[in-house]
């Protein structure tokens, strides 16, 4: 005959499942398998025993003299009782216990699937519920399997298999099976009735909480941690702020000769960190947002959130960074559309006015570039094809026949 407490006994002992849960489910299956045979389970007690791992199932009727039973289900005559205990009497209660055999092999069966049916979705749900409330935290796993999109992950601290996605992954992972992998949990979901959860190292949070274990001053709340934005496995723009007017957030952040910062840029695959410190002054903002490259003045326009930033002429690439990645970090770190001009108070010795291209360049052209700020040849040249594109109305073709000829100009 089939142990239906065996069965429990194998999940209690592996399954991280709350005693009271366990309990009601196990008197839910057991009632029902009264239920089908009797009819009810009114008179009936379930007593369960999840620390040794068994029950008791016991039928309760009053005694009444032979003859007198006029309902089966909560009475029993006095001879039938005796036969249970003959220390019985009439009016008492008579305690019968049942056994998993009196039910049949086919009912203990459909029993034992059911309660492994149930224990399976309770397990499912405390395993969602649990990682739901982690979205968030920093978890630490062993890749288990590598496939073409993702990668499998076991959880270090309860076993259970997370999902990291290809593209969570940074630029440059490259994981071997059996390699421990920090990340954090980005989501939850279910799937076809599993847990699935989704872990990533591109997130922004990622960069916090590594901020947060390397800098004790950002756990302790001395330190906030106001914004970030990333281009991961790129560069990364972080605003903090110090409550304590005594301690620099920058320099806490950094550490001593970059001690904290480092290890977290080789956590990041070289990710180049910039950590500025938060000011709710826009303009200042935008400025320290633009680091490395020094800034000589910025037009503000709050409405429609657009800053007309004014560097000298060797400050322009390094505001817009390789590919444009400095200053795309910091539009999204401050909330505004930001053009870079170059300063045009004084020229070049060897630049040339773009008036002196009307031969080779159509007049509205020029006027395009002369709204963006660029009056000059080398003006234009400061800025990449992609800065060109973005910020005039300038068509692709059109830009790299404009570069090539101001460029041929300084050729010889």
């Not at 068994?54 to 009053?62: F, K």
């Not at 249970?84 to 459909?110: K, P």
């Not at 649990?130 to 920093?138: A, L, Q, T």
């Not at 930001?338 to 045009?344: A, F, G, L, Q, S």
Request: hydrophobic content about 35%; proline content about 2%.
């Amino acid at each position: 005959m089939i142990n239906l407490v065996d069965t429990f006994s194998d999940f209690k002992s592996s399954k991280n499942i709350d005693r009271p849960t366990m309990v009601r489910v196990l008197e839910d299956v057991f009632r029902t398998l009264i239920k089908k045979k009797y009819g009810s389970d009114e008179n009936f007690n379930v007593i369960v025993n999840t620390q040794q791992g068994d029950l008791e199932m016991w039928r309760v009727r009053q005694i009444v003299p032979d003859g007198e039973v006029t309902d089966d289900r909560s009475q029993v005559s006095i001879s039938e009782a005796l036969s249970i205990d003959e220390s019985y009497e009439t009016g008492e209660e008579c305690y019968e216990q049942l056994h998993l055999e009196d039910f049949g092999r086919r009912a203990v069966q459909a029993a034992r699937q059911t309660l492994i049916s149930r224990i399976m979705e309770l397990e499912k749900d405390e395993i969602y519920r649990k990682y739901v409330e982690r979205v968030g935290d920093m978890v630490t796993g062993e890749v288990s399997q590598i496939m073409k999109k993702e990668f499998l992950i076991v959880d270090d601290a309860t076993g259970h298999e997370l999902l990291l996605p290809k593209q969570e992954s940074i630029r440059g992972d490259f994981f071997r099976k059996g390699d421990m992998v920090h990340c954090i949990i980005k989501s939850v979901e279910m799937k076809n009735n599993t847990p699935v959860v989704i872990v990533s190292r591109t997130d922004n949070a990622f960069l916090e909480k590594l901020l947060e274990q390397e800098v004790p001053e950002i756990e302790d709340g001395i330190i906030a941690v106001k914004r970030i934005v990333r281009l991961p496995g790129e560069r990364a723009k972080v605003a903090v702020e110090s409550y304590d007017e005594r301690v620099d957030p920058v320099g806490a952040c950094v550490g001593m000769k970059g001690s904290r910062i480092h290890g977290i840029v080789r956590e990041l695959r070289n990710e180049n960190i910039d950590i500025i410190n938060f000011t709710s002054n826009e303009s200042l903002l935008i400025q320290r947002s633009l680091t490395p490259a020094k800034v000589t003045s910025i037009d503000l326009d709050s409405e429609n959130k657009r800053a007309s930033v004014y560097l000298e002429p060797d400050q322009v690439s390094l505001a817009i960074g390789k590919g444009g990645t400095n200053i795309k970090l910091a539009s999204k770190l401050t909330g505004y559309e930001i053009d870079v001009y170059r300063n045009t108070d004084e020229h070049e010795i060897d630049d040339v006015d773009l008036d002196e291209f009307t031969d080779e360049i159509e007049a509205w052209i020029i006027d395009e570039l002369k709204r963006i700020g660029c009056d000059t040849a080398r003006s234009v040249l400061a800025l990449n094809k992609e800065e060109l594109l973005r910020r005039t109305e300038l068509e692709e073709e059109t830009v790299d026949e404009l570069l090539k000829i101001l460029a041929s100009e300084f050729e010889d």
